[in-house]
């Protein structure tokens, strides 16, 4: 168990030990949504849990079970609640899974917290749960507390981005189940993708409002939101290699952690 | 009151008509929130508020009243709870107000609904309201109802973008208290701006993370997250040309109301 | 925007400056409700508004935006939910935005709060979004706090309602889109009543149970629970006067500021 | 068990058996609150549950286990939270006690449902109570089902009250622990009232309006918010006799049962 | 009133005297069940409330009212939601109510409360009321605060149940509406058992999982879950002389309280 | 991707093909809960996973993502708060997750669910979501639907006990990791255990009742509840055979999957 960087493999004693000593705990939020006919609907549980996982190797923290429900799904982010195999949950449940969790962080005493998120619709509600938790802690007793938030899409550098994507990069929002999460699975876990079987139906080109309960008709059917071609492996590791040492320098300024 | 959009301006029997005769009914979702040392705090009200009236008007239509209070500021987008003024819901209070005036609608037969928001944080708890309603009302019995959701700054058109940011857009999110905001105020309700006071620190440079309960320190401590020069009345008017020519067209062809 | 009562037409930095200079801050209730044939929907927003704005100006305070959704009405008080135009909240969301509002103004240190009621139906749970807002400060951390609570029309001196109704006052219960709201209206905003068109069915004679979900058959038919007849502007006038000077001395008392 | 008229006291297949007859149920709201130094803290348990018993014998009703807890005392209803003895419920928590009652005896078949209130404060909370079961039930699915709420002073005829307050009625508001429940007290369980500890401090003065979270000072320190003297038992029984024969009538008529 | 045990029969005066001498203060957590063919629905009621007055009356205690609406029935404990008669609370509104309780008594000073549970179903809700209220008053100012929380059926003798089943015990969760209960009730209310008409259809064989919505149909038809035969008031004082003086113990052993 | 019977695996059309064909679905309900000096925290999370996998297989379903975090650890059954690493989640938190996800299941037409608990706590909060879900699809509306919901430990057989522990069997909720957690994680994940760290305090003597906000002191300090001692992978299997072979049986049967 001693070199396990996950929480959940950490036995009571090893985990209090490392709370105690300091370790930043990162808490990833991840998502069962469709990833297109080419890759597993756990894309947004694999993205950030492994991120998560190198970080916290380098500077010393634990990563937390990733929460594996993310928040409702919507048609120009991740297809909708049209999709066979996505699982959503309310914004308010959500919400308060990230409440409860921080909350107990609190109570044992862990003050340097990292929340990773890897699905687009659980930023808002991943805030708000946030806020919940300090609401809860009340915010003039946070004693020492600091918790950052993040979504690891933001921590690819631009010229990452232009190296990629040559010809004019779609938007981080068009990218669901596209070149990048394809490319950085490829990277990560291969045997999930299966790029032969990729459909996609060319950049969907969304209106600009949302329609309900019948949301328009401007989702591409494959679920692909943007392109699946040119996704590669080493793609992937451009971009997880900069998530990756973005994110750990931030954690080392934030914490003080030498490295 | 013959000849007034507003809702809240008919009397009971007249707005029973309306709604009989098939009117297209908008709700404004604004807040209450700094914007700079130059705009007044109902920015975000008065904003959608406006356009739907120019709007309504144009497909006969009714305003509800605004909600006055938006979900909680962030630093990024709207400089967060560290400035005076700002007086925040939390998300699943903004949601469930959301929730229960389309309950409300629907129990009244209105089948038409455009929801116009005009607060950058009030997108993701507006969604969730929409949702939680139809989850109210029924998936299966919705009975031709149709929701349109929209905000406002992503009907105007690029090229209108370009012509005000000669030198390049800022984006949106940067956009809160700056050019757009203020060129529309300007246009809209000159008495509320005063651009002699204007302070603005330049764009903000925002890491690409945030931190909680002490935010990172690079909100601009004016709260103008971009720039305030160059807002002039006349931007405001092509920028509000824009909207309402683009949101009056969605609303007749979504709901087969000819002009 | 400098002598605005209004906090919404405050920039952040004068409304802060308000705030700590003692400003005592009013929260006015109201509802988008039927108030018969000859009044517009928002009686309930206007009235609390006015008189907020007229006593805000005389003791130095700031109006915040007016709730404008009340609690569900009920046929006994309003007309219910039987009539076009009316638009309930339910209560539980109704006293989360009061909890919410009072609980921001309490973190921005606002110490002297005035909450004005327009809408019979709120009073309940206008006084429990008070209380699970001193729950959620902390009832022995308020430091300092004072929220008075009351409904416009009980400030209206006795001999004034002898003068309006010399053949004796059916209670307020009943005064829903009758004598006093018209008169009210008529004397602030003759353009939303249309006496002309002022149908009234006579006192209601309401039986003394309720009947869900088919309420009982005796709200009459107009919405107006008593009679119009005899309103004028100048009774309103009458009204007006009683309230503000009586709600003035309440805020100059409890809040030590000299008149 | 036989001729007990308390669901409590039936057996399943009794309570089932009456149901399926036709039995109007009814369901008594109580409280635990201060009722001065002559009271026992049940008074808003005893009465309904009291009156209930006897109407239910009346017309072949069952009474339902009484909610002894009320909602939040307030200081002009009930003194307010100053005094030893009285538990609060919140308002959500008591309306959802009342939601989730009202559907068990829908989801029984229950169709003739009779809350009968004893605490001036659970007014409004009932109420929502009552709506969110029509909430979770389906306005449009409620097949038959019949619910009559009252609050039992309201039965009482106009000519009993001055016979008992021949120099004047203070109002049902200001009856708390004072004549009208001190007399049914007397003339239901005698042995919880002590007429010679009774205190009273006159009748209570309120001002117009409420205070938070240190409550006006005008509450009588006693509880006792009008008087105690001339309470009889001989008087109580006038106001029951009034009160079980108004509510008998009522049940006859609103569900058709001979008499 | 003076030597009644019950909360509800005291004045204020006289509760808040006896909570200032530290009496313990007893919570019952009951149920509206059905109990078979043989029992009336307040077998969860009558009995921790009858347990709680003769303990409170050996340790100078007070009983607060019962909760007569329990957790939801389950088929393998209670009989489920098929049997008529049955009320269930939801578990969150259970909790809610347990959580108001207490933080009312902690509100009072109350430092010492007994929650005795008579319905299985109670029990994890009961639990999460107590957590809850603990949250709301914040773990770290509890002040002296000792909630003991316990089932009355734990608190009885081994050699009693050999005693009393010299054949072998079916176990707790079968003892529905069986001999321990139908034997307590037959010592404390004989009217309200019938044992003539007792049916029961042999000890429930339940299989080792449950089913929604349609359970299985494993749970006798009867309601009895194990068996009445062989039930005797006698066996009825046993058991509750078991109970009674080892939760006096214990009451007196936490609280100090000689004896 | 193929042959994987992890949902997460699946692409969004495998899911819904498998789905279309009738597969049954298996959520596990897990924890991350202290379990000793010798096993790490995801005991919970291993247990009911890996025992869905293997009857996943066998029945041609699939097997949701577990969820991670379970309801608040009790001292008695898991060791309380007390223990470092230990995340819980409030009751009403967990059973709005199971609530949501049954929901979503339903929403895409899935009618043959099997629950698998793998912590003691969570049992009651998960029928509470298993009945919300039922609520919020409408008791008559359920369509075909059928959950199936069970503890894995139910299904070993006495035989199997009696095998393991020749000198009496403490009792499932003891057996909080001690020999039968303990031996089944040797048969799964050996590297998960380090029985030469194992430390056991002798069985737990718990006392008759809870105490809150300190529990009683008579939780064993290591964590383990009853004893390691005699843990062995082949017990492990033992016991594993037994659960797989039992609910494999359940779910053909049920749901008439031949064999």
Redesign the interface.
Known sequence: ?NDSV???????????AK?AGGAPIFLPLGA?E?????????VD?VLPTSICETVARAVGGLV??????GN?S?PKTGGG?A???????????F???V???LC??Y??KVRRIVVVNGHY?N???A??G???A???IG?DR?DG??????DHW??VQPSTIDRIFPDGYPGIELEHASVIETSMMLALRP??V?LG?SLHDGPAMF????????PLADVPPS?VLSMTAGSQAEKGNWLLTDVVS?MTQ?VRD?FGIGG
Chains 1, 2, 3, 4, 5, 6 share one sequence.
């Not at 996950?6 to 209090?16: I, K, M, N, S, V």
């Not at 209106?207 to 019948?214: A, H, I, T, V």
Request: glycine share 4%; charged share 25%; with cysteine.
């Open positions: 168990m996950f929480w959940a493999e950490q036995t009571w004693p090893e985990a209090a709370v069962t469709q990833h297109g006919h080419h890759m597993a609907l756990n549980v937390l079970p990733t929460i594996p429900y409702r919507q609640s999709f066979g195999g996505t699982i959503n949950l309310t914004a308010h449940t919400s308060l899974v409440r409860d969790v107990e962080l109570r044992q619709e930023i808002w509600p805030v708000e946030i806020e919940l300090l609401d809860a915010r946070c507390l600091t918790i950052l938030r993040l933001d921590l045997e999930l299966d079987r209106k600009p409002y949302d329609r309900y309960p019948l679920g973005r931030i934030e």
